[in-house]
C-alpha cells in the first residue's frame, strides 16, 4: 500500500495553478501585502473530490492576525464552485512559507530577489 504523500510532496507547481479554483483563491488578496494568496505562495494544494474542496494553504508567519479571515475567505469562494459543496481547509506549518515561494515576477518587485 503506498504510503499518504506529505504536504510538501503534494505542493502544485506554479505552472499547474491553472483551474477556477486557483483563480478564484488568488483574488483573495494578503490585507497587509495586498496580493492575491496563490501568487503569494500561500495555497500549496487544492484537491476537489465528490464534492470536498480540500485546501492546504499556510500564512507568511504562525502568529498572521488575518489567518481566521483568510481561511474564512477560502472556504466563502470555493463554495462558489457548482462542484463544490463542502470546503475543508489545513492549515499547515511544513514545509514553512518563505519568500521563494511567492510568485517570481512578484517576489523580484517585493523583496529585491
Known sequence: MD???????RIVPAAERTGDEWHL???????EIG??????????NVEIEKGIATVDMTF???GCPAGAELVDQV???LM?????TEVVVNVVWEPAWDTQRVEEGL??????L
Open 80 to 84: 462558489l464552485l457548482d462542484d463544490v
Open 60 to 62: 507568511t508567519s504562525m
Open 107 to 112: 517576489r523580484a518587485m517585493l523583496f529585491g
Open 35 to 44: 496580493i492575491g494568496i496563490v501568487d503569494l505562495g500561500l495555497i500549496y
Open 3 to 9: 504510503q499518504p504523500k506529505t504536504v510538501a510532496e
Open 75 to 77: 472556504k466563502e469562494v
Open 25 to 31: 483563491l488568488n483574488t483573495i488578496e494578503d490585507p
